[in-house]
């Protein structure tokens, strides 16, 4: 209470404690319920671990690793959008079905009226984007909860893909560019440079970001810190990239890879970059412009911020434009994986395990508190669930349930993060 | 939007003027033609009981609400406010009892919301940052470890200091704090006071609206005290007792101050 502000003063430079004061100024922050990203993580590593030890002969493989990632893509994708609207303490429970009825009208313009694919998919994205902004109007400007307005979407979507599609009914959507998008990989030369843009990108931004800060005589974190975290990001992603340049083609191949013709498969799936460039473009909308920031505001306090001089309606609709956007993405990734859409697409756990990706990762249903990257880490999360219980349990009864208590978990952690954070507050 | 015409502002010249304000909601008549004067560089202190009128009165001054009738001078000028862009535009900020803070947001982020300054279209974080120290460095506020703490790990008395720089940061003529010590402990009302008087001593004009008479008369340079939707008198706080005040807010009149019986019997 007596240190002053003026940054001249040791007390308020706070790159004078290194690691061990970036530690304990994390501990700080987790006693005040900022959990971040260190529970996702860590359930990360337990479960892989843990599957490994169980079933490794199946689980741990190269081919099942390149799996796991193009399988938590679509979920990773709707979890992103998820994210911008449970950052306005709002949900989307049809988020699911805007991704099987976005994927319903690619495979119905490629297939029936023979569009291209390059006109086909921005159909999709727009299909999602209506989606969004009707559902946003009638939460923003009738003030009907959100809840209840994407329960009715749930319903009617699932009756408009019915209809589109036709009961039992599958279309077949054979695309090589669509296909290639969750099926292709890039070749090993390009996954290597893949690797040393993200690391290099990473590691620019975040020592460019110290430099200014210190030359502006603001408080830095310490190169020490950035180092770490560089280093690991670079060994994490490192041996990521070792392992899918490595042969998978003939051994351990599921049926996926043999409809490549059985012939060679190694490489970092194409997916994978498609992922990092949306995490980075929503990342720094969501940080670094001036929506991004009114997103959090009208979470934390939407009062504050109409008196701020925030739309807080258009805000709404915007999240939940690029939420159903985002959803509909997921849709084209399904098409992609499955070569087929049917009215099943984006149905069943869909929407539950985005929603459990993004709380997985961190983000809050209370709103105000989440991240783009909390829904990779949660969708990584429930995609090693998916991936490995299988290897343990054919039982599809078991499967719901741990799925279930993992969200119940997470969700729980959300809510003492925030009593935590309530009663740190004062 | 309204240009001062004055470089140093006057001690004698008020610099808020509002002149038998009048203002109905439906039937209610709830301000029946108040004057009130504030001044820059001084305290004057807004009192009344309950349902007296304050809220009503601070809220058609920042534009809220619009008044029925009466004069609206400010700076010397006559100024019409319908709005709080209105209100903002000519240098009046209203830091309100709940605050308006985003607790998931950082003091910077606070300070800034809505007016966030930008290079191009990105947030300029350092400027913001920077600006924010200068600020609380202005006031000398020595309670704030880091300008990036989350307000939701601030106690009382930090955040109804954010809240106050943030209405300082915009090179804004007439603060209204609406009972800003109303929820605080002993320590931290002092600081908040504190940092009321250094507000006026660095030349603003401040409303302070307040249930403490220990407080109007600790800071406050001038008294107003509403009864019923009139103003019962405006006075130097030096001039009055702390039981005279309580006079005035409990029955509009304290011996030959406030309202006549005549005006009284209206009133009721």
């Known amino acids: 209470m007596t240190t002053s502000i003026a940054p001249s003063t040791p007390e308020a430079i706070e790159d004078s404690g290194g690691l061990s004061g970036e530690f304990r100024g994390y501990l700080a922050r987790l006693r005040g319920g900022d959990t971040g990203s260190v529970p996702a993580v860590l359930g990360l590593i337990v479960l892989v671990i843990l599957f490994t030890i169980l079933q490794g002969q199946s689980f741990a493989t190269k081919g099942n690793f390149a799996n796991l990632l193009t399988q938590s893509a679509p979920t990773i994708f709707i979890a992103m959008g998820l994210v911008f609207v449970l950052l306005l303490g709002e949900i989307d429970l049809s988020a699911g079905f805007t991704a099987g ?10 297939t029936q009226h023979g569009v291209a694919w390059w006109l086909a998919i921005p159909g999709a994205l727009l299909t999602g984007a209506i989606i969004g902004l009707l559902i946003g109007m009638l939460v923003a400007l009738l003030g009907i909860p ?5 329960l009715a ?17 599958t279309i077949r959507v054979d695309n090589s560019v669509i296909f290639a998008i969750m099926n292709n990989n890039l070749s090993p030369l390009l996954s290597w440079l893949l690797f040393v843009v993200v690391v290099g990108g990473y590691a620019m931004v975040t020592l460019m970001a ?20 560089i280093v690991a990001l670079a060994v994490l992603l490192g041996v990521a990239t070792w392992v899918l340049v490595q042969e998978r083609g003939s051994a351990g191949a599921s049926s996926v890879f043999l409809k490549n013709g059985g012939t060679s498969i190694k490489g970092v799936p194409i997916v994978v970059p498609i992922v990092i460039i949306f995490v980075v473009l929503l990342t720094f909308v969501l940080n670094h412009l001036s929506f991004g920031r009114h997103v959090y505001a009208v979470g934390g306090n939407a009062e504050a911020a109409r008196r701020a001089g925030i739309n807080v309606g258009n805000i709404k ?45 961190g983000t809050s249903l209370f709103g105000g508190k989440g991240r783009i990257i909390d829904a990779v880490l949660g969708g990584l999360v429930i995609a090693v669930i998916n991936n490995g219980l299988p290897f343990i349990t054919q039982e599809a009864g078991v499967q719901y349930i741990v799925t279930a208590l993992v969200l119940l978990l997470a969700a729980s952690v959300d809510a003492i993060a925030r009593r935590r954070a309530a009663a740190t507050g004062r | 939007m309204t240009e001062s015409t004055q470089t140093t502002p006057s001690t004698t010249a008020p610099l808020l003027s509002l002149r038998g304000i009048q203002k109905s909601f439906g039937a209610v008549h709830v301000l029946k033609g108040v004057d009130l004067d504030a001044w820059a560089g001084k305290v004057t202190a807004l009192v009344g009981d309950n349902g007296a009128g304050k809220s009503t009165l601070i809220k058609g001054i920042a534009g809220i609400y619009s008044f029925d ?12 406010v319908h709005s709080p862009k209105d209100s903002n535009a000519l240098g009046i900020e209203i830091v309100y009892q709940d605050l308006a803070l985003c607790d998931n947001l950082d003091v910077v982020q606070n300070m800034f919301l809505g ?9 300029d974080e350092l400027t913001m940052e920077r600006r924010a120290n200068e600020t609380l460095k202005g006031l ?9 703490t989350k307000v939701s790990s601030l106690s009382g008395g930090q955040r109804q200091t954010v809240a106050i720089a943030k209405a300082v940061l915009w090179n804004s003529k007439l603060v209204i704090l609406d009972e800003p010590t109303a929820a605080l402990g002993v320590a931290q009302t002092e600081q908040v006071l504190n940092l009321v008087r250094r507000l006026a001593d660095n030349g603003l004009g401040v409303i302070l609206i307040s249930h403490n008479m220990n407080d109007v008369k600790q800071v406050a340079d001038s008294v107003a005290a509403l009864y019923l939707g009139q103003m019962a008198a405006q006075v130097p706080a030096s001039s009055v007792t702390t039981g005279q005040i309580v006079e005035l807010i409990t029955s509009g009149r304290s011996g030959d101050l406030g309202l006549q019986a005549d005006a009284r019997e209206a009133v009721a």
């Open chain 2, 69 to 80: 009738g009466g004069e609206y001078t400010f700076d010397g000028r006559p100024v019409s």
């Open chain 1, 210 to 229: 110290a430099a200014r800060r210190r030359a502006a005589g603001l408080p830095v974190v310490s190169v020490a810190v950035i180092a770490f975290k």
């Open chain 1, 146 to 150: 959100s809840f209840v307005v994407t």
């Open chain 1, 101 to 110: 009825t976005a994927a319903a009208v690619l495979g119905v313009l490629m």
């Open chain 1, 317 to 361: 609709i915007a999240c939940f434009v690029i939420g159903s956007t985002l959803a509909a993405v997921g849709g084209i990734m399904f098409v992609s994986r499955l070569s087929s859409v049917s009215p099943q697409t984006g149905g069943s756990t869909t929407l539950l395990l985005a929603v459990a990706a993004a709380v997985i990762g």
């Open chain 1, 153 to 169: 979407w749930f319903l009617g979507l699932q009756g408009v893909l019915l209809l589109v599609i036709g009961e039992g009914g």
């Open chain 2, 140 to 148: 000398s506020v020595r309670t704030l470890k880091s300008v990036r």
């Open chain 2, 115 to 123: 007016r966030e300054d930008r290079s191009g279209i990105v947030l």
